[in-house]
């Protein structure tokens, strides 16, 4: 059913949803709130915090435009029972025509800053005698385009009745472990009546999702041991010389890692191995020594990853540990005359080891003898791009390396058909990074110990959970931050990065602010799989509580990757009990597995492979919060269901058709 069938969808904005890869209302009803507003309670104003979130009841006593400042604003000056604060919106025109004398509800953040009064920056509001929105648990979608909060809402709630969400998970199944129907539980995600119907809601749709992706990969895990084609001549002792060129003894895990590479290369079976270990544990290190076991062997080697800038720094790397080879770095920015010049060496055995990006996945990309394939950052490539290169090669030996750590239990469901390396330990000349908590009332010591660090050449990372400021205001953005920093600290050079910059635009800044043009980058989190800066010092994170414990690890990393001493400041909006628990996980340990099972814990399942993983199933559920044995329970069904109990011929089917390109998304 089309999207246009729906009252007040119009083409444009039909395109808008589109953008959000929305097409169909079957496709509306699987976009998943990202949050949920509580506006089940009335606060006073008197009694919030500063960066409190709050739903208020107050009367606007006047209203004041200015349009000449630097960012135009509407002020309403409010009272509560005798309590005055006012309530700003900037860029916001259109509020100074809705906002009238009279009692209004406020939703929205609280500013309590000491000695400058309260205000609530941006709030959403409605008059208190027409509430129809401001109350309940309302449900927080991503947006695209001109499409607002209260579009999408009204689209949703018309979409659910017109669909009949299937349940392939066999109906004794259903019955035994007393499921509640799918349409039931989308009506519990999407207007829900309490925070339990959300839980409930939100397990019972992923715990199908998961239920029909285990059981893909039941579908495609089937005979995975291909035979060796490419001999491997090199001996132990030689891998050992070339571990001696680096300047470090490789740890306890890196040398069972590079044994593991060995073992695979010198058995029966091709090899398709994940390595994965902590920031800063060396995994490219083990990878080059892979390396040097195909190039000494007489076969070329490839090594791509997510960025450029990423590439060009691994070809660098590579160069300084391989004089006696040809290395490449090919990059969608290489210029044409190389590029044909790289190609050629490929194609003729001359080039032994190729560094990039896409561009090396490309079909008129041909090489010699490819043998052996490096996936750096393995969650930015999807099967079909490191198939595309592999498929360039005959019987490829694969590594994938990935610096998220996963909890074993859950590796052995989502990554059974690998084998599994990991690295625990980390160099003795790794430094641990300082991890402290920062409040409001810091903040100006924080800026000013920034400024003293730009100073002393020293760089730092701001981070910002979105790129520009809406109606949700108690987040914080990048394009308000970077705004903020230049008046608050103007002797610091700052840069601006987020994902809607071109790739190009990108990669230029990130090079930019690793030979220091930049003290500071801010940022959303396409830094967290970046560029080694030696000078990196600092990282601040804003809304720290709103992020994945891992991912917070993972920013972490950033930092600390030279000899200076570095730090970590986590700014936290929210001062809840549960804010203050999760983020004294990540201020007392620098372990990160212990991390992301303190994180499983704590978040549940709702967020695992969701933030950094892409594909089609995993992108519809990433939103959701259900617990994590949400996922052990789908294991369990999808294992009776294949256990022969049930006829699996039409499950296999719809397993196989309906995720075509499940293998996408295992690793993706």
Known sequence: MQLTSLKFVS??????????NIYTVEELIRHFPRDYLDLTHVSLLRDAYHND???????VLNVEVNRYAKRPFIKAFCQQGGYCFTAIWFNQPYVAQKLQRGEYLFYGRVQNKYGMGCSMVNPSFERADRNTNLKGIVPVYPLSGSLTQGVVRVAVRQALPKTAPVSYIPLQLQAKYSLTPLKEAYKKVHAPQTKKDVKEGSARIALEEYFLLISAFKVIKGGRDDARLNQYKVTREEVEAFISRFPFGFTAGQKAAVDDIFNNLHSPHAMNRLLQGDVGSGKTAVALAGIFMAVK??????????????ARQNAALIEKYFPEYTVKALTGSTPAAEKRDIKRGLSSGDVNIVCGTHAVIQ??????????????????FGVAQRASLTEKGEGCDVLIMSATPIPRTLSLIFYGDLDITTIKDKPESRQEISTSIILPNRYNAMYEYVAEQAKLGNQTYFVCPKIEGDEESSIASVTELYEELQAKIPSVRCALLHGKMKDKQKNEIMAAFKVKEYDCLVSTTVIEVGVDVPDATTMIIYNAERFGLSQLHQLRGRVGRGDKKSYCFLLPAADTEEAAVRLSVIKNSTDGFEIAEADLKLRGGGDFMGTR?????????????????TIFT???????????AFDTKILTKIAAEKYESLKDVILN
Do not use: Y
């Not at 083409?11 to 959000?20: A, C, I, P, V, Y």
């Not at 979130?53 to 009367?59: F, G, I, N, P, S």
């Open 11 to 20: 083409e444009k904005r039909e395109k808008d949803f589109n953008k959000l």
């Open 53 to 59: 979130t709050v739903l208020t009841l107050a009367e």
């Open 297 to 310: 062997s007489g076969w070329q080697a490839a090594m791509i990853a997510p960025t450029e800038v990423l």
């Open 613 to 629: 993983q892409s594909g089609r199933v995993l992108s519809e559920i990433r939103n959701l919060k259900f617990p994590v044995e």
């Open 363 to 380: 079909g008129d990309v041909v090489f010699k003898s490819l043998a052996f394939v490096v996936c750096d950052e393995q969650h930015r």
């Open 634 to 644: 789908a294991k369990a069904i999808s294992d009776e269901a294949f256990s022969g």
